[in-house]
């Protein structure tokens, strides 16, 4: 990439906690060049041994609940209440026609964006499933390496393959609304099972006595679940992001999560499961991008496409043919 420094330049930048590199960084390994590639993994090898030591909190919820808000009250309570640094990494629906996001949750955290202790730093999805963007995790060990106490990550919102937040933090929370339906039908049992904690957000005004009510309900359902082997009981509390009411206590949730997993070893077995899920994950999206850019498949693909939209043959038997053509040629290579 145009521009790019040495990686001892970068390094040296990023534990120095300079931001400004550490933006530099993050927009390299976002690329998906194969040089830029190449050279992300040299500086994240660089890098690695001064990461890990961050909470990794990730905070997901459906569209309208107020995670910007919540994040923004929460991230100021860490900087300026507790004096520690806070990197918030929000991810931006991309358009599947343009390809194209708003990024504008630095304008949505109108307070935290101003404070020179925390760093927000917004990226597309890309189409990347799970709610998060490629390289979050990548982004997570940067903002570590750079003496970011803790680590906010805000997903674009509740769906089928949300849970991907789950595979790259250590305390999962999901916000929920009081007052918006039948909230418990609504929820997705998987996610349900992943969460270390619900917050009903929104409790202010008229909404205080409901936001108690649905506390109380999830609560309860809650309990209905099997227990975690980590041996931590999800808790539901109440907030209210716009009065920064209930944020303390939330934290102090997160902070005895934290104390729990590294008593009883669960936070470094954690962290290791999540990072060999995370090398499958590349080796599948590598393995992938090869397929696609693969001349004769790209060659055969059309034809074949043709032929299953017009009945004349099987997915599955075209689907044989190509990943024939694939390994064939890559057969051929290795002689």
Not at 100 to 109: C, H, P, V, Y
Not at 151 to 169: D, P, Y
Not at 245 to 263: C, D, F, N, P, T
């Amino acid at each position: 990439m145009r521009g790019r420094l040495p990686i001892d330049r970068y390094v040296d930048g990023i534990l120095r906690g300079d931001r400004v590199i550490l933006a530099r960084a993050i927009t390299l390994i976002e690329s998906e060049r194969p040089a830029d590639v190449e050279w992300s993994a040299r500086l994240l090898d660089s890098i690695l041994p001064h990461t890990g030591h961050a909470r990794r909190v990730g905070i997901t919820g459906v569209p309208g609940v107020g995670k910007s808000t919540f994040i923004d009250a929460l991230g100021m309570h860490l900087v300026r209440e507790r004096g520690e640094r806070v990197a918030v990494l929000t991810v931006d629906p991309s358009s599947p026609l343009s390809g194209g996001s708003i990024l504008a949750d630095k304008t949505r955290m109108e307070r935290l964006c101003l404070e020179q202790n925390a760093f927000i730093r917004p990226s597309p999805s890309r189409g990347h499933m799970g709610g998060v963007a490629r390289r979050t995790r990548e982004t997570i060990l940067l903002c570590e390496s750079a003496g970011f106490e803790n680590v906010l990550i805000e997903t674009v919102g509740v769906g089928q393959s949300e849970t991907a937040v789950r595979s790259m933090s250590d305390f999962f929370l999901l916000l929920m609304l009081a007052g918006a339906g039948d909230e418990l039908q609504g929820m997705k049992r998987g996610i349900i099972e992943m969460i270390d904690g619900m917050a009903i957000n929104k409790a202010d005004g008229d909404n205080v006595r409901k936001a108690d009510r649905a506390r109380v309900e999830y609560a309860g359902a809650l309990h209905l679940f099997p227990a975690s082997a980590d041996g931590w009981t999800p808790k539901v509390l109440t907030c209210s992001g716009l009065n920064a009411e209930g944020i303390k206590e939330i934290w102090q949730m997160v902070l005895e999560h934290r104390a729990l997993l590294e008593s009883n070893g669960h936070l470094a077995r954690r962290r290791s499961q999540q990072a060999l899920e995370w090398m499958r994950e590349l080796v599948t999206l590598g393995l992938q991008g090869a397929f696609r850019r693969d001349p004769n498949v790209a060659a055969r693909l059309p034809v074949l496409q043709a032929a299953v939209d017009e009945g004349r043959m099987t997915p599955l038997a075209a689907s044989n043919e190509l990943l024939a053509i694939f390994h064939s040629k890559n057969n051929r290579d290795s002689l």
